[in-house]
């Protein structure tokens, strides 16, 4: 499996909003409902943001949303703040007997 | 708390073997399938290995298939990484997680690293 495409990396002004992109193929991202995303801080392990494309678990602001179109889904993120500057990796399930596929990783820089 | 704890890591020669166990509290842990993610210093995350709920089914990704053995022991809710034939492409961050649904993990370990070098 070839990594998911993500920008290397995204940036925006406090109270903007930002979307990343994570572009695959019909065998992962377009086959299936079933892309997450994962906030990741420095020296932490990865955060689920979200899961099933657009769900979101308990505790994640509903600033962070997602979506899907075709191969490509994406995360945006809404009134960005400070705390929002991260890495962001997106992940697909890519079929049964697999395992799924986590995309290259977005650097999120809020200016 | 739900709670997933690495151990095990460590520095190893390349060619060498290193086990890592995930112990896990709070949960159900015999009602999930687990993975085993890495991330090499200052790269991405990458998949490793996952394992069924019961331990039937196992899943390697092909740059460690052959290599590595991931177990689990559902009496002690802990699961395993046994790695051999260790390479200095191997070194990285291991991370267990809990599978919330197909493709998504809610739950991650703190992470536990491994060096091979010589």
Same mark, same amino acid.
């Given at each position: 499996?070839?990594?998911? $495409?993500?920008?290397?990396?995204?940036?925006?002004?406090?109270?903007?909003?930002? $979307?990343?992109? /994570?572009?695959?193929?019909?065998?992962?991202?377009?086959?299936?409902?079933?892309?997450?995303?994962?906030?990741?801080?420095?020296?932490?392990?990865?955060? &689920?943001?979200?899961?099933?494309?657009?769900?979101?678990?308990?505790?994640?602001?509903?600033?962070?949303?997602?979506?899907?179109?075709?191969?490509?889904?994406?995360?945006?993120?809404?009134?960005?703040?400070?705390?929002?500057?991260?890495?962001?990796?997106? /992940?697909?399930?890519?079929?049964?007997?697999? &395992?799924?596929?986590?995309?290259?990783? $977005?650097?999120? $820089?809020? &200016? | 708390?739900?709670?997933?704890?690495?151990?095990?890591?460590?520095?190893?020669?390349?060619?060498?073997?290193?086990?890592?166990?995930?112990?896990?509290?709070?949960?159900?842990?015999?009602?999930?399938?687990?993975? @085993?993610?890495?991330?090499?210093?200052?790269?991405?995350?990458?998949?490793? =290995?996952?394992? =069924?709920?019961?331990?039937?089914?196992? !899943? !390697?990704?092909?740059?460690?298939?052959?290599?590595?053995?991931?177990?689990?022991?559902?009496?002690?809710?802990?699961? !395993?990484?046994?790695?051999?034939?260790?390479?200095?492409?191997?070194?990285?961050?291991? !991370?267990?997680?809990?599978?919330?649904?197909?493709?998504?993990?809610?739950? @991650?370990?703190?992470?536990?690293?491994?060096?091979?070098?010589?």
């Amino acid at each position: 499996q070839s990594a998911l $495409t993500q920008p290397r990396s995204v940036s925006g002004s406090p109270g903007q909003s930002v $979307t990343i992109s /994570c572009t695959g193929t019909s065998s992962d991202v377009g086959g299936y409902n079933y892309v997450s995303w994962y906030q990741q801080h420095p020296g932490k392990a990865p955060k &689920l943001m979200i899961y099933d494309v657009s769900k979101r678990p308990s505790g994640v602001p509903d600033r962070f949303s997602g979506s899907k179109s075709g191969n490509t889904a994406s995360l945006t993120i809404s009134g960005l703040q400070a705390e929002d500057e991260a890495d962001y990796y997106c /992940c697909s399930y890519a079929g049964s007997y697999t &395992l799924g596929v986590f995309g290259t990783g $977005t650097k999120v $820089t809020v &200016l | 708390e739900v709670q997933l704890v690495e151990s095990g890591g460590g520095l190893v020669q390349p060619g060498g073997s290193l086990r890592l166990s995930c112990a896990a509290s709070g949960f159900t842990f015999s009602s999930y399938a687990m993975h @085993w993610v890495r991330q090499a210093p200052g790269k991405g995350l990458e998949y490793v =290995s996952a394992i =069924s709920s019961n331990g039937g089914s196992t !899943y !390697y990704a092909n740059s460690v298939k052959g290599r590595f053995t991931i177990s689990r022991d559902n009496s002690k809710n802990t699961l !395993y990484l046994q790695m051999g034939s260790l390479r200095a492409e191997d070194m990285a961050v291991y !991370y267990c997680a809990r599978q919330l649904c197909p493709g998504a993990f809610d739950i @991650w370990g703190q992470g536990t690293m491994v060096t091979v070098s010589s």
